[in-house]
């Protein structure tokens, strides 16, 4: 998994467990054991990182509907 999509996810589940506002940089840099320069160096703010979340999960809905809509006989 390329460090991208490592912090995406890791981001992701702290977000769902604590809430956005609680979790901060620090703790997704410690969550997944590299500096928050490395996360920086994706994301230029914690607000970049959860418009980011926000477009990938509405991709994986969109595909999700999509599906379904297609398997769908009417």
Do not use: H, W
């Amino acid at each position: 998994m390329e460090p991208q999509e490592k912090i995406l996810k890791t981001s992701l589940d702290l977000f769902f467990k604590f809430g956005i506002k609680r979790v901060t940089m620090d703790d997704i840099a410690k969550e997944l054991g590299m500096s928050k320069k490395t996360i920086y160096q994706y994301y230029k703010e914690k607000d970049d990182l959860v418009n980011q979340l926000c477009v990938v999960e509405m991709q994986k809905q969109e595909c999700i509907f999509k599906n379904i809509a297609e398997q769908s006989q009417d």
